[in-house]
């Protein structure tokens, strides 16, 4: 402790404190006055044995509260400093994991997220006085809880308020508005709370934000995460002028999971429907048990609706890394194989209670078997009664015939349904188009009209080379002796997979996007002769039967939870109601609109729409999280981004803080002390 003044205060000790004293050292000057008797005034009496004109000090607690308070004041005076260490004003940002992981059940019963927000309020209600916070939670996407604030009081409670999901956890887009808000925080804002700004352009001491940070005397901004690290996009790069710290939530591991799911009919039967589940253990333990098939709500019995799936404890280090293909074998794929002719909601169920409880159920809509449809356009009428024979030898019978020009022309709602091709497959013979509704294409001789799909010089005298056998669409297509006398070179935009190729150009060649799919034959049908080929009706039953069993669920009614919903608006539709998992509606107005999008999809489960149009119509889709990463719920020890380890910070720093205030406080107290005994004695 060090005293500013201390030589004002032993001057003004020197004089105040001998004064006080004096005061009880004095004679009392009393009047006279005849009494009685003095038996009741002992006290009187032996006040006036004294004589002298000092009298002896006597015990006083008035005096000693006296001194007491002069001594507090005089300490005042002398302007003491005390040297501490103290945290200095922080201005943090804390970003809470929700995803599905979270919702892990932890020893005490209680699920991560909710430790996770225990922790968040402890380290609020602990920050250094004049600190700032920002909440941010994310899953699937980020959201801003909470900007920056010193109101601890509603902090708190908007943590507390952060609810759950069932979507996958990506921290890209909650770090880079941690990054944003922080610059801007730690420019406004220097250590002690008070206004700063940074430098224009933000190139002082290093440049850029972190320059502008410093050149505004701010501490770094800090981001704590408090997740169990189970992150699907930790970023590789990350520069930011903050300082990361990874607080770890949660300690169980058991849980086993299903992470694929496959399903479709089987084209020549189309009654028979084939499930794919794969099941994965990702605990310390072996386990047992069963894996099940119901379709709406009711169970399948018998082998092929009920199987037991035994699996291996996953590797013992995999509280550092997911099981690798090397291990023992910890997850199974498991086929279910029944007869159902109509449609409804099926669902997968892993029999077992574990630490989550979101991966052990996959649901998926079914639509009831039907004949496939294909469109032929073609402008030949030798080369489309070719087409139609040659898909009649593969079982198709709805088949609708178009020229060009009809293709162009019919009206849309003839061409599409509820936003999509209306037919299977749309088989198109040297066309060349940009009226692409979304749905299955086969182009011989011509292109669709998409970006980075152009044609270019003519390829001749050249063999078909090679193909890819394990694909679907040309599995089992025996190519050898094909004679293709020309075909177009092709210039195709980055993901094209090419199926059969010659010496120096694609021959045949796969192109997707978001609702497309298109198989682009280089070649006219009349350079080849294919179709005298035992290689023709193998390589349209594949096509055929691709297109079918992707309408079987098609993507868009798959999400993983998290992601918008696309929900076509039959004619006549003004109002739209969403059933959800958890048994809440949403009411949409749906009236002028083509399309409505939905986003609130964050539980696995089953979403209905239905519209109030005359018929009714329903649309049907399914949620399931298929995660090994979520599921995966071993707590990871460590995170790295932007190539560092994540470590604790923390920090501390020396001031000289006054005590004055504090001995001034005191000497008021002392004085209201004083004040009351005196009163006291008064009144006795």
């Known amino acids: 402790m060090t005293f500013l003044a201390w030589k004002t205060a032993l001057l003004l000790a020197g004089v105040a404190v001998p004064l006080l004293l004096l005061l009880y050292f004095l004679k009392l000057r009393r009047r006279e006055h005849t009494v ?10 032996h006040d006036l044995q004294v004589n002298a004109p000092f009298q002896r000090l006597r015990s006083s607690l008035l005096l000693l509260l006296q001194l007491l308070f002069l001594a507090a004041v005089l300490f005042a005076l002398a302007h003491p ?70 109101d601890r009081r509603r ?21 880079q508005l941690a990054v944003a808000y922080s610059v801007h925080a730690v420019g406004e804002h220097g250590p002690d709370g008070s206004a700063a700004v940074a430098p224009a352009g933000g190139d002082a001491a290093g440049g850029g934000p972190a320059g502008a940070a410093a050149a505004a005397g701010a501490a770094q901004a800090e981001v704590e995460v408090y997740s169990d690290g189970r992150l699907e996009d930790v970023p590789e790069e990350t520069a930011v002028p903050i300082v990361l710290r990874y607080i770890r939530v949660g300690a169980a591991s058991d849980n086993v999971g299903l992470v694929g799911f496959g399903l479709r009919r089987d084209f020549e039967q189309p009654g028979l429907l084939a499930v794919m589940a794969q099941v994965r253990n990702f605990g310390p333990e072996a386990v047992a048990a069963d894996l099940s098939l119901s379709i709406d709500g009711t169970p399948i019995s018998g082998p092929g609706g009920v199987r037991e799936v035994r699996l291996a404890p996953a590797a013992a280090d995999s509280s550092v890394r997911p099981p ?71 079982g198709v019978s709805r088949v609708e015939a178009l020229s060009g020009e009809e293709y162009a022309a019919v009206p849309e709602g003839r061409l599409t349904r509820d936003g999509r091709l209306a037919f299977d497959l749309a088989v198109l013979d040297r066309i ?62 980055e993901g094209a997979l090419a199926l059969a190729e010659g010496e120096d ?120 999280l298929l995660s090994p990463v979520e599921s995966w719920v071993a707590p ?42 005196y009163h006291r004695r008064v009144m006795i």
Do not use: C
């Open 36 to 45: 009685s008797s003095t038996l009741l005034w002992k006290r009187a009496v």
């Open 81 to 150: 400093v005390a040297d501490f260490l103290e945290k200095p004003p922080q201005n943090i940002v804390l970003l809470i994991d929700r995803s599905a992981s979270m919702k892990t059940l932890e020893p005490d019963g209680r699920p991560r997220l909710a430790h996770a927000k225990d922790a968040a309020l402890d380290r609020v209600a602990g920050l250094p006085e004049k600190s700032r916070a920002m909440v941010i939670s994310f899953a699937d996407r980020a959201a801003v809880v909470s900007t920056f604030t010193d």
């Open 155 to 175: 902090l708190r409670r908007l943590i507390e308020d952060i609810e759950p999901t069932d979507a996958p956890s990506r921290i890209g887009e909650a770090l």
């Open 324 to 394: 690798a293909a090397s291990d023992p074998p910890t997850a199974e794929t498991v086929l279910f194989e029944i007869i159902h002719e109509g449609g409804g909601v099926l669902e997968v169920r892993w029999h077992r209670e574990d630490a989550l409880a979101a991966d052990n159920l996959i649901v998926a809509p079914i639509d009831p078997p039907r004949e496939p449809r294909v469109l032929v356009v073609s402008d030949r009428p030798a080369v489309r009664a070719l087409l139609l024979r040659g898909l009649a030898s593969v």
């Open 432 to 493: 060349d188009t940009d009226r692409l509704p979304p749905g299955d294409y086969l182009f011989f001789g011509g292109l669709p009209r998409v970006d980075g799909v152009a044609r270019g010089e003519l390829v001749e005298d050249q063999p078909v080379v090679a193909w890819r056998e394990d694909h679907p669409l040309v599995r089992w297509v025996p190519f050898e002796g094909v004679y293709v006398a020309r075909w177009s070179r092709l210039t195709l935009p």
């Open 505 to 624: 150009s694609v021959v045949l060649a796969l192109l997707t996007d978001p609702g497309h799919r298109y198989l682009l034959a280089a070649f006219d049908l009349a350079d080849t002769d294919l179709l005298s080929r035992p290689a023709w009706p193998i390589f349209l039953q594949n096509v055929v039967t691709a297109a079918v069993g992707a309408g079987l669920v098609e993507a868009a009614r798959r999400v993983t939870p998290g992601d918008t919903l696309t929900v076509p608006v039959p004619p006549g539709a003004t109002r739209a109601r969403v059933y959800r998992p958890d048994g809440a509606t949403d009411t949409l107005e749906v009236a002028d609109r083509q399309s409505i999008p939905y986003a609130r999809t964050q539980e696995v489960g089953f979403y209905r729409v239905v519209f109030d149009d005359p018929a009714g119509t329903e649309e049907r889709f399914a949620a399931n």
């Open 636 to 677: 990871s020890e460590a995170l790295a981004v932007g190539g560092r380890a994540v470590e604790p910070f923390t920090g501390v720093v020396r001031v000289n803080r006054p005590l004055w205030p504090w001995l001034a406080g005191a000497g008021l107290l002392l004085l209201m002390a004083e004040w009351w005994v």
